[in-house]
C-alpha cells in the first residue's frame, strides 16, 4: 500500500460525457502527478501540482483539467470524453516538487469510454 | 518523440537464472535513470534508481547500469523468483527545470519454476 488513494477505481461513461478522478496524496507529501496509460504504452505525464500550484505540465489535453485543493487532495477533470480516452489514469505524489523520480503511485482509474 | 524506449514487450526466464531488462534513451539531460515494477491491478512501485554520474548502483538482487556513452541501461535481477514476474518500467529524470518523470513503455517479465 503505497498510501496514495484513488477513486473511483472503475469509471465507464459515453462520449462527450465529464467525469472526475480524486487523489489524495501520502500523508505529508505535496506534490501530486497525474500520469496517463494507454493501452501497451508507457505512462505519460498529465500534470503536476505542489502546495495547491500548477507546477509542471506535459501533454494534458485542453479538454483536461487539475487542480489541488488546500486539503493537498488532487482532481483530474475530463470533459467532452473521446474513446481515445480510454486508458488508466494514475496518481503519484511525492514531498518535495523536485527529487530523483521516487514517486508513490495510487492504484489507478480506469477509465471506459463507450 | 519517444526519450526513454523498452524495445522488448516481454521477457521469459527461468527461476534462478539472470534476467536483464533493457532501455535505451535520447537526452542526455537526464540526471536519474530509475526502474520501477507493477502488478496488475496495483500502481508502478520504485525499485531501483542511478545518478547519471554513476555506472552501477547495485540493492540485493537488483542492479542498474548505466553506459552514457550508449544511451543504455539496464536492470539485471539475480537469482530470478517467481515474484519478479511484474510489468517493469525504465524512466529518467531531470532535477533542473519542471520534473516531468518519463516513462517507457515497460517490459513484462515471466519468471518461469
Known amino acids: 500500500d503505497s498510501g496514495v488513494t484513488q477513486t473511483p477505481k472503475h469509471l465507464i461513461t459515453a462520449t462527450g460525457q465529464r467525469v472526475t478522478l480524486r487523489c489524495s496524496p501520502r500523508s505529508g507529501d505535496l506534490s501530486v502527478y497525474w500520469y496517463q496509460q494507454s493501452l501497451d504504452q508507457g505512462l505519460q505525464f498529465l500534470i503536476q501540482y505542489y502546495n495547491g500550484e500548477e507546477r509542471a505540465k506535459g501533454n494534458i489535453l485542453e479538454r483536461f483539467s487539475a487542480q489541488q485543493f488546500p486539503d493537498l487532495h488532487s482532481e483530474l477533470n475530463l470533459s467532452s470524453l473521446e474513446l481515445g480516452d480510454s486508458a488508466l489514469y494514475f496518481c503519484?505524489?511525492?514531498?518535495?516538487?523536485?527529487?530523483?523520480?521516487?514517486?508513490?503511485f495510487g492504484e489507478g482509474s480506469r477509465l471506459t469510454v463507450l | 518523440d519517444q526519450q526513454v524506449k523498452q524495445n522488448s514487450p516481454s521477457l521469459s526466464v527461468q527461476e534462478g537464472r539472470i534476467s536483464i531488462l533493457n532501455c535505451d534513451y535520447t537526452n542526455s539531460m537526464f540526471d536519474y535513470f530509475l526502474w520501477y515494477k507493477k502488478y496488475p491491478a496495483e500502481g508502478p512501485t520504485f525499485l531501483i534508481s542511478i545518478s547519471s554520474i554513476k555506472d552501477k548502483n547495485e540493492d540485493g538482487r537488483f542492479t542498474v547500469f548505466l553506459n552514457k556513452s550508449a544511451k543504455h541501461l539496464s536492470l539485471h535481477i539475480v537469482p530470478s523468483q517467481p515474484g519478479d514476474s511484474a510489468v517493469y518500467f525504465c524512466?529518467?529524470?531531470?532535477?533542473?527545470?519542471?520534473?516531468?518523470?518519463?516513462f517507457g513503455q515497460g517490459t513484462r517479465l515471466t519468471i518461469n519454476p
Open positions: 503519484a505524489s511525492s514531498v518535495l516538487p523536485r527529487n530523483t523520480g521516487e514517486l508513490f
Open positions: 524512466a529518467a529524470n531531470t532535477i533542473q527545470g519542471a520534473q516531468k518523470l518519463v
